[in-house]
């Protein structure tokens, strides 16, 4: 054998081993191993679902919610419509009309979602001077509107929570609707706004909580000067006994970025207790009926993903090694992978992947492409969705003909008869929020 063929297969040796080990450290699967991946929208219309915290698969996996508009690349005026629809995958991925919306953003669409064991849609819309919610049976096609617009579900499918959409809207452009303005603007923390419990087959709420409520509850480093107040991102515990909600104010220290509050507090607004008091939490999911997986900052660690323990201080770092970028973050039924992703990197390419909390192993979905356009208020975050057995992962990306849905398979990946299993009952047990 002569030296450089001698040197030439010692190289492409040591060059393996390099990208072997690479491989172990960071716990990925090969790139050739890449889970098969499908649209199941496409062009001329655009497509998404937008929030990861909501139930998009119906009960059987077969039909995907999702949204749909003619316009990109701004924020959704007054008058602007989308249509809501729903996706049969095992008819062609045939697109089926299930009405309208004028209440809607980029980021949480129309809060489009099934109700929990029920054949039940709800999507907000807004009539006339009035954000209402309209519920739709799937079979029949009968559908009613009650007065108040939802945002999370709890288990049992018979009440939800909803936050004032026209203070987001003039808080956080993205996350609230056009057309009606807030009429406490000019108030910082108004005894009049909040969050509210809300019926859902009567259409009766009850103001709950309330951001004069919060504001008086101090801040450990205190408010900076001027401070305006806000609640985003409800999320009901697995059991329906408590929920998250995020408090967040914007003063002069503030400038364009807010500060942040984590609560919980019992079903009817009573017995809160702040989970978080360090002003920086972000996407967040509950794991069980007293555990929250949390992107936050802590002093412990820093800016991480943590376990907090609902009423307590403890808390613990998960995915140290790997989970390293806040994401959008919800557990698989059984708890035992993470289903995650991330924000574009350099090359403007987003990560969702699967994370197993046992071997701490990340497993990648697919690398998608967000063209330098989709940013700020208008960005396509990749928000991964699964399916009810957790065998499918429904995804928004913009790589190609502009933003649409796509089917990721993972079932070779996590087991198909584990997931099955232990999904027999979540449909009417376990919910799924999140973040900010």
């Given at each position: 054998?002569?030296?450089?063929?001698?040197?030439?297969?010692?190289?492409?040796?040591?060059?393996?081993?390099?990208?072997?080990?690479?491989?172990?450290?960071?716990?990925?699967?090969?790139?050739?191993?890449?889970?098969?991946?499908?649209?199941?929208?496409?062009?001329?219309?655009?497509?998404?679902?937008?929030?990861?915290?909501?139930?998009?698969?119906?009960?059987?996996?077969?039909?995907?919610?999702?949204?749909?508009?003619?316009?990109?690349?701004?924020?959704?005026?007054?008058?602007?419509?989308?249509?809501?629809?729903?996706?049969?995958?095992?008819?062609?991925?045939?697109?089926?009309?299930?009405?309208?919306?004028?209440?809607?953003?980029?980021?949480?669409?129309?809060?489009?979602?099934?109700?929990?064991g029920k054949r039940e849609i709800l999507w907000n819309d807004r009539v006339e001077d009035q954000?209402?919610?309209?519920?739709?049976?799937?079979?029949?096609?009968?559908?009613?509107?009650?007065?108040?617009?939802?945002?999370?579900?709890?288990?049992n499918g018979t009440w939800g929570l909803t936050c004032d959409f026209r203070r987001l809207n003039d808080c956080r452009p993205g996350y609230g609707y056009a057309g009606i303005v807030d009429p406490f603007?000019?108030?910082?923390?108004?005894?009049?706004?909040?969050?509210?419990?809300?019926?859902?087959?009567?259409?009766?709420?009850?103001?709950?909580?309330?951001?004069?409520?919060?504001?008086?509850?101090?801040?450990?480093?205190?408010?900076?000067?001027?401070?305006k107040h806000w609640f985003n991102h409800l999320l009901i515990a697995p059991d329906g006994k408590r929920f998250i909600y995020l408090h967040r104010w914007r003063g002069k220290a503030e400038g364009k970025g807010f500060s942040t509050r984590m609560f919980t507090a019992a079903a009817d607004g009573s017995d809160w207790y702040i989970l978080d008091p360090h002003g920086k939490t972000s996407h967040f999911i509950w794991r069980d009926a007293k555990s929250v997986l949390a992107w936050a900052q802590h002093p412990s660690h820093g800016e991480r993903f943590y376990l907090y323990h609902d009423q307590s201080t403890e808390v613990e770092v998960v995915g140290k090694d790997v989970m390293t970028e806040n994401g959008h973050c919800s557990y698989l039924p059984g708890n035992k992978w993470i289903l995650n992703d991330t924000y574009p990197d350099r090359e403007r390419l987003q990560h969702p992947y699967l994370y197993e909390v046992a071997s701490g192993r990340r497993l990648p979905l697919g690398h998608f492409h967000s063209p330098q356009n989709y940013m700020g208020e208008w960005r396509c975050d990749t928000h991964p969705r699964f399916s009810p057995d957790g065998t499918k992962v429904c995804i928004d990306s913009p790589h190609a003909n502009g933003?649409?849905?796509?089917?990721?398979?993972?079932?070779?990946?996590?087991?198909?008869?584990?997931?099955?299993?232990?999904?027999?009952?979540?449909w009417t047990t376990k919910r799924f929020c999140a973040m900010g």
């Open positions: 054998m002569s030296s450089f063929s001698r040197r030439t297969i010692l190289k492409s040796i040591a060059l393996a081993a390099g990208q072997f080990a690479l491989a172990r450290a960071a716990d990925e699967i090969p790139e050739t191993s890449l889970p098969p991946v499908r649209a199941i929208t496409k062009g001329p219309k655009f497509h998404w679902f937008a929030y990861y915290d909501k139930l998009q698969f119906d009960p059987t996996g077969r039909y995907v919610l999702g949204n749909q508009v003619d316009f990109e690349h701004r924020s959704p005026a007054a008058d602007d419509v989308i249509r809501v629809g729903v996706i049969d995958t095992a008819d062609g991925d045939r697109w089926q009309e299930l009405g309208q919306s004028r209440a809607s953003n980029w980021q949480q669409g129309c809060m489009l979602q099934w109700i929990p954000f209402v919610c309209h519920i739709q049976n799937f079979e029949t096609g009968e559908t009613r509107t009650i007065p108040s617009p939802i945002y999370c579900v709890s288990p603007r000019e108030e910082l923390a108004p005894g009049e706004a909040g969050i509210w419990r809300v019926d859902l087959q009567t259409g009766t709420r009850k103001l709950i909580v309330t951001l004069a409520d919060a504001a008086r509850i101090p801040h450990k480093s205190g408010y900076s000067l001027g401070a933003r649409q849905m796509y089917l990721i398979d993972i079932a070779e990946l996590v087991g198909r008869s584990e997931s099955a299993e232990s999904y027999s009952t979540s």
